[in-house]
């Protein structure tokens, strides 16, 4: 299946796994320009390292991966930030011994200019005006939606046209879920990022996303508009 032009990342037939264990069994999926895919499915499945494929953080066994046509064939993580693709792993993943400030330095590590670093945090602070006046606070100091909040604004510091999120609800009060989603539908909406969103909070997404793919045991189960499974039928038939 060839990819389309419209879609800044095909993932095609993908195998992989961790040591002799396969656990992505043939997996092909897109994300298209300014566009939410979200990927669900019971623990185990083998959504994370699907993303993980993505951003070169697991090697393709066999089948390939592609940005805006290009194969990605050994690509790492640096490079990948440098063709304009972020990650945010689970679990409010920031540096808890620097402020708030430097974070968001992190986040920019490959951006060379000066000014370059600041543009991106005054467009972090654009999107989550609420960390303006924590910038010199310790990131260990904040709450999970602001370490949240942060996550997704190191995430964002490189202008990335393809955003991969890892359960960013995870750990997250029920309150603080539906908030975290609409930062990320703000995200999508106001910046164009394409985003491709593994999350365990199955109905929430559901509300956010475009399209959903739904894994199972490491095979696509199910590919299609998220509205489609809105259906509590065809979800319940699904995660049987």
């Given amino acids: 299946m060839p990819e389309s032009p419209a879609a800044p990342l095909a993932?095609?037939?993908v195998v992989t796994g961790y040591g002799k264990k396969q656990v992505v069994n043939g997996v092909s999926l897109d994300v298209t320009r300014g566009e939410i895919v979200a990927l669900i499915g019971h623990n185990g499945a083998g959504k994370s390292s699907v993303l993980k494929v993505v951003f070169g953080m697991l090697p393709v066994w066999s089948g390939e991966v592609r940005l805006d046509g290009r194969l990605l064939d050994g690509a790492k993580p640096p490079e990948l930030l440098r063709a304009g693709v972020a990650y945010v792993p689970q679990g409010n993943r920031v540096f808890s011994d620097m402020a708030v400030r430097e974070n968001l330095e992190m986040g920019a590590s490959t951006l060379s200019k000066k000014q370059q670093v600041k543009d991106g945090i005054e467009r972090a602070l654009a999107l989550f005006p609420a960390l303006g006046p924590l910038l010199k606070r310790r990131a260990a100091t904040l709450?999970?939606?602001?370490?949240q909040?942060?996550?997704?604004?190191?995430?964002?510091?490189?202008?990335?046209?393809?955003?991969?999120?890892?359960?960013?609800?995870?750990?997250?009060?029920?309150?603080?879920?539906?908030?975290?989603?609409?930062?990320?539908?703000?995200?999508?909406?106001?910046?164009?990022?394409?985003?491709?969103?593994?999350?365990?909070?199955?109905?929430?997404?559901?509300?956010?996303?475009?399209r959903v793919v739904v894994l199972r045991t490491g095979r696509v189960a199910f590919s299609g508009p998220a509205s489609d499974l809105l259906?509590?039928?065809?979800?319940?038939?699904?995660?049987?």
């Avoid at 709450?143 to 370490?147: D, F, I, L, P, V």
């Avoid at 490189?158 to 999120?165: D, I």
């Fill in 143 to 147: 709450s999970g939606g602001e370490k």
């Fill in 11 to 13: 993932v095609r037939d």
């Fill in 149 to 210: 909040m942060l996550a997704l604004s190191m995430g964002l510091m490189t202008s990335p046209r393809l955003l991969l999120l890892d359960e960013p609800s995870l750990g997250l009060a029920p309150g603080l879920v539906s908030q975290t989603l609409g930062h990320i539908c703000r995200i999508n909406q106001r910046e164009g990022v394409s985003v491709l969103i593994v999350e365990q909070k199955v109905r929430e997404v559901l509300k956010v996303a475009h």
């Fill in 231 to 240: 259906d509590e039928a065809k979800l319940r038939e699904l995660y049987a």
